[in-house]
């Protein structure tokens, strides 16, 4: 399986760029973030005519996830277990849920694709839901390989955060100072791992950002953020065998200010152990 995640910010603006290299680069599942419209208004003819399955979760124009697939997409849910929402002036638990997760079994790989909030600044309240968010996320993880350690789970898509100053290369956004780098995000992340996930790119891909403002020349300076991740559980990583930042999709007509995310995987049991040893 060829597995791709990518923040296309807005869907029905970069459809014909997206389905595009999704052929070109034959990716098998493409978990793609802000796709920034309701599911009606998804193109999803584009993808049917080059050979995709899509499924969709978008409630207005902004946020929205949705998985394309050359595979049956199967039990679907757009929501995890006590993802909390989020609406301006409203607190407490019942808050409306956000578009920013949706989850499929695909070959026989949980894929979710998720949009963690930005945060925008510190102190603010999307601060505050930002972390809620992450941390229901880890039980959510934590609680899924509990009951079921080989399963091959891969978490997929933006979130919002560079985990070590190596994954950040803009200078505006300083640790301590702004979201993103802030050592409370940074703490969730590292929890998402801890619970049983691995980023299995950064092995394979030791440098790269894949995302860039488009303000103050920001990509041709090559000040970004990697903040676009593929964290799979041990089942999963186990069976990853290349990986790709696509930087080059930053470039030409009206790209998305993130870049695709790609790995190879294969989970498929040899049929003997005649393979060679590898040390």
């Known amino acids: 399986m060829r597995l791709a995640t990518w923040n296309v910010n807005s869907i029905r603006a970069r459809v014909e760029r997206t389905v595009e290299f999704a052929v070109r680069e034959s990716i098998d599942v493409l978990a793609m973030q802000e796709i920034k419209c309701k599911v009606e208004q998804f193109p999803f003819a584009k993808f049917e005519e080059a050979g995709y399955h899509v499924e969709a979760h978008g409630l207005s124009q902004w946020n929205g996830v949705a998985i394309a697939s050359r595979e049956p997409i199967e039990d679907v849910e757009t929501a995890f277990a006590n993802m909390p929402g989020f609406a301006k002036g409203h607190e407490g638990p019942d808050a409306p849920l956000e578009a920013r997760a949706i989850g499929a079994t695909i070959g026989g790989v949980k894929v979710w694709s998720l949009y963690v909030p930005n945060g ?139 870049v695709p995310v790609v790995v190879d995987v294969d989970l498929d049991e040899p049929d003997d152990d005649d393979r060679p040893m590898i040390f």
């Open 120 to 258: 925008r600044a510190l102190g603010d309240p999307h601060y505050d839901y930002k972390l809620r968010w992450l941390k229901a996320l880890e039980e959510y993880t934590r609680t899924s390989l509990a009951g079921d350690p080989d399963l091959p789970l891969a978490l997929v898509g933006d979130f919002n955060i560079a985990p070590t100053d190596a994954d950040n290369g803009d200078p505006t956004i300083v640790p301590g100072f702004a979201t993103h780098v802030s050592p409370p995000e940074r703490e969730a992340f590292a929890a998402l791992q801890t619970a049983g996930l691995t980023d299995v790119v950064r092995p394979l891909v030791p440098s790269g950002y894949t995302y860039w403002d488009y303000k103050q020349l920001r990509f041709p300076r090559n000040q970004g953020l990697r903040i676009d991740f593929i964290l799979g559980s041990r089942s999963f990583a186990d069976g990853v065998t290349g990986a790709a930042i696509h930087r080059d999709e930053r470039k030409g007509d009206i790209p998305s200010d993130h």
